[in-house]
């Protein structure tokens, strides 16, 4: 079967955005409509002509709701094949009119959840009649149309606009895709929620949905495909859930660096900036102003940043952009920019300035999923924290109130640096960064030959994301200039690292905390 005349539309939805408009459409095109509860009220309010589900079925609706379409008459019409001779006779005997249409949005159960309501609110937020119709119209899409969105609503009127009141196979694949997609969603929401409610962590079965917001060009490399999904009720603040107010569109590695930098942004309290460059920050500073840090940030390392990621943990004001206006960048993401800022900044049309409204909370607990081959690899996110009081000195000299803050700093930066992490820190500023090698003694290195090319790593902190397996990772921080340091401890030859420690005369701390970042 090709185009298919639509008759008859069923017709419940929770969300009623554009539903009179819509129903107008089709009662122009002379179709009948049914209805249930709320949507049969607001079409007739509108003055269409409604024939209630329950007069339809002969059966009141009863449980208070929880039963009104499950009647064979309701699915016996959506899913009777109209070329089946068994079908129409099946029709005919038991009286059952074909339904061409089906229209449902489910329950607000994700919304539900979101909003703290009880257990039992969120029970009776869990649809059943809904998806049993979705799920019964796109798969008989052979002969039936099934919407779950109001943004189908438009393409489905012209469809009928343009084939005399049908609609063509191909739109009714395509709406079924998206109903079971819609549907295959909802459970899992649904599933995830019963898990957290039974404090069940690792579910036997993992349901992972997400809902597409944008098509990129390509992945990592252009001859990759890729797209940006967000998940049912995740509304943690950032690259996902933002708002892009100016700037070409952004890439796979815009999205991933931009994340990268404002989760980071995210772990200081001051005015921080943080530049990022393939993943990995290439200057962070906290400052009394923005503009101060940025000052801090860029001297770190200035020929990596060109062409970075800023993340800005305040709303960027006017002394801020007009320093970011000044060197080529790819994105700047921050909670807020003021009117004046964003007046600057639109100099540069196609710099990407993305919103998210608020900071996210570094503490919070979630998840990070990485495919592997043939499977998913899941783990819950970094969100671990130190404080002053976590720290151990492990020397004969204890540090600095100077240097505990620039330890402090230095920890939460090389948290988010690839390991094996290396971070130089100095006045609440890196000052060299050495990320992602093999060895911890070429990060030591590789940190302080940067450092060197631009303010060197003299009178630093240094801070390992894993604890030195040998001292001589140590002693090229020592080389560097580094005065204390700060590390996780728990490595069989800790007594070797710091006696070093000892005599050169620096301090060290230990976290008891490792930040693996691979």
């Known amino acids: 079967m090709t185009d298919m005349p639509i008759h008859r539309a069923l017709i419940s939805v929770s969300n ?119 799920r019964a119209a796109a798969k008989n899409h052979e002969c039936v149309t099934v919407s779950t969105d109001p943004a189908e609503y438009e393409s489905i009127l012209k469809a009928m606009d343009d084939n005399d009141s049908s609609t063509p196979l191909e739109l009714r694949q395509f709406l079924a895709r998206e109903a079971y997609s819609r549907t295959a969603a909802y459970d899992s929401a649904i599933a995830s929620w019963f898990a957290s409610q039974q404090g069940e962590h690792w579910p036997k079965r993992l349901a992972v949905a997400g809902r597409r917001s944008l098509k990129l060009r390509y992945g990592e490399n252009p001859h990759q495909q890729a797209a940006l999904y967000t998940r049912a009720g995740d509304h943690r603040p950032g690259v996902a859930n933002c708002e892009q107010l100016q700037g070409k569109e952004l890439s796979y590695n815009n999205i991933n660096d931009a994340d990268a930098a404002f989760e980071l942004a995210a772990e200081f309290e001051e005015p921080t900036v943080v530049i990022v460059k393939h993943a990995n920050p290439c200057g962070v500073a906290s400052g009394e102003t923005l503009a101060d840090a940025w000052d801090g940030a860029l001297a770190c390392d200035p020929v990596s940043a060109f062409g970075g990621i800023v993340a800005v943990n305040r709303s960027v004001n006017l002394d801020l952009a007009l320093k970011l206006k000044e060197l080529f960048l790819e994105v700047v993401i921050a909670p807020e920019f003021g009117s004046r800022a964003r007046e600057t900044l639109g100099q540069k049309p196609n710099l990407r300035l993305l919103r998210t409204g608020t900071m996210p909370d570094p503490k919070a607990m979630r998840n990070r999923l990485s495919s592997v081959a043939g499977g998913i690899l899941i783990q819950s996110a970094d969100s671990g924290r130190v404080s002053l009081k976590d720290l151990k000195v492990v020397t004969k000299r204890s540090p600095t109130d100077k240097e505990l803050s620039d330890l402090m700093f230095a920890w939460r930066v090389a948290k988010h640096v690839k390991s094996n992490a290396i971070v130089y820190a100095r006045d609440n500023a890196t000052v060299g960064i050495g990320a992602g090698q093999m060895s911890r003694v070429d990060s030591a290195r590789i940190a302080a030959q940067k450092s060197s090319e631009q303010q060197g790593t003299k009178d630093s902190v240094v801070a390992s994301d894993a604890f030195f397996p040998f001292a001589d990772g140590l002693l090229e921080a020592i080389k560097a200039g580094a005065t204390a340091a700060i590390q996780p401890g728990g490595s069989m030859r800790d007594e070797e690292v710091i006696a070093a420690a000892d005599e050169a005369g620096i301090a060290m701390v230990f976290t008891g905390m490792r930040h693996f970042r691979h």
């Open 16 to 134: 009623k955005t554009g539903l009179v408009e819509f129903a107008q459409g089709l009662a122009r095109h002379k179709v009948r409509l049914l209805s249930t509860g709320g949507s049969a009220k607001v079409l007739k309010e509108a003055g269409l002509a409604v024939t209630e589900v329950s007069d339809h079925t002969g059966f009141p609706e009863i449980m208070d709701g929880r039963v009104k379409t499950l009647h064979p008459s309701i699915h016996g019409g959506i899913l009777a094949r109209r070329d089946d001779p068994k079908h129409r006779v099946a029709m005919e005997t038991h009286s059952i009119a074909p339904i061409d249409m089906v229209v449902v949005n489910l329950y607000p159960f994700a919304e539900t959840v979101a909003s703290g309501a009880s257990y039992e609110e969120c029970i009776e937020n869990i649809d059943i009649g809904g998806p049993a119709m979705i």
